[in-house]
């Protein structure tokens, strides 16, 4: 857990840190293939999303894009892919918004990697619901849906049906395709199913090479780090408030005892 509130206390921090060199504005950008991951209660008891893909004008790049995500998720990773596969974590900013939120960030190459936790499901009760929407920041020529069945779990229904259902390490996983879809175009995904535990489906600890790579940590973990990052932020600055007005205090005393 100590490993976890770090990497979320420095993730916190990256965001105060100057913004990178400018990269030119990718409004026109459009997306080749896009994979989207909606994984209920996988490794926490929110959802795990990851947007995973490559958009198709290399020669833009470095560029300035933006993702359109729900709000009040926690961000794991924002990441961008060189040609040799090594993520390239960026600095981004988020701008909420009445419906959704926005994060913006530039990026070196062609290729994205984005994951997420929204915030935690009603595990209280066996009937867990909730819906996903996707709204495309940049027109998409081919997206890949990859829902995945929380284990334990009964009674999964997608809206709209019809997916493709693949059997791995497992899983149960909804596969859907779709094609052209315009900038600003909105997919709304509708989730329930059965489930009578509070477990998630796998363990972080114990986690198989398989699962998403999810560079930060879950919601709750980095909930509590940037909780502890801006107390000791707070507390780091009104010391350094007394400090500086215990100095002014001194040399006036100084000067009037002269």
């Not at 419906?99 to 062609?110: G, I, K, N």
């Not at 502890?228 to 006036?252: C, K, N, Q, T």
Request: aromatic share 10%; charged share 25%; proline share 6%.
């Amino acid at each position: 857990m100590k490993k976890r509130l770090i990497a979320g206390g420095l993730l916190v921090f990256s965001l105060m840190l100057p913004a990178p060199p400018p990269a030119v504005a990718g409004e026109d950008l459009s997306i080749g293939r896009m994979r989207l991951m909606i994984w209920p209660e996988h490794d926490d008891s929110g959802v795990l999303v990851v947007y995973d893909g490559r958009f198709v004008e290399d020669a833009e790049f470095p560029a300035k894009t933006s993702f359109f995500i729900p709000k009040d998720v926690v961000i794991n990773d924002m990441c961008s892919l060189s040609p040799t596969g090594q993520h390239f974590c960026q600095l981004y900013a988020v701008e909420k918004g009445q419906v959704e939120d926005t994060a913006h960030l530039s990026l070196p190459f062609a290729n994205f990697y984005l994951s997420f936790h929204t915030p935690a499901l009603d595990v209280d009760s066996a009937k867990r619901q909730f819906d996903f929407r996707l709204k495309a920041n940049h027109a998409i020529r081919n997206l890949e849906i990859d829902i995945q069945q929380p284990l334990r779990s009964s009674e999964f229904n997608i809206s709209p049906a019809g997916g493709e259902v693949i059997e791995k390490k497992g899983f149960n996983h909804f596969k859907y395709v779709l094609n052209d879809i315009a900038r600003g175009d909105e997919k709304l995904i509708r989730i329930n199913y059965i489930k009578k535990d509070r477990e998630p489906s796998v363990d972080l600890k114990f986690a198989s090479m398989s699962s998403p790579r999810v560079w930060g940590s879950p919601y709750e973990a980095q909930r509590k780090a940037k909780t502890l990052v801006y107390v000791i932020f707070a507390g780091g600055l009104a010391a350094a408030v007394s400090g500086l007005a215990w100095i002014v205090v001194a040399r006036r005393r100084k000067k009037s005892s002269s």
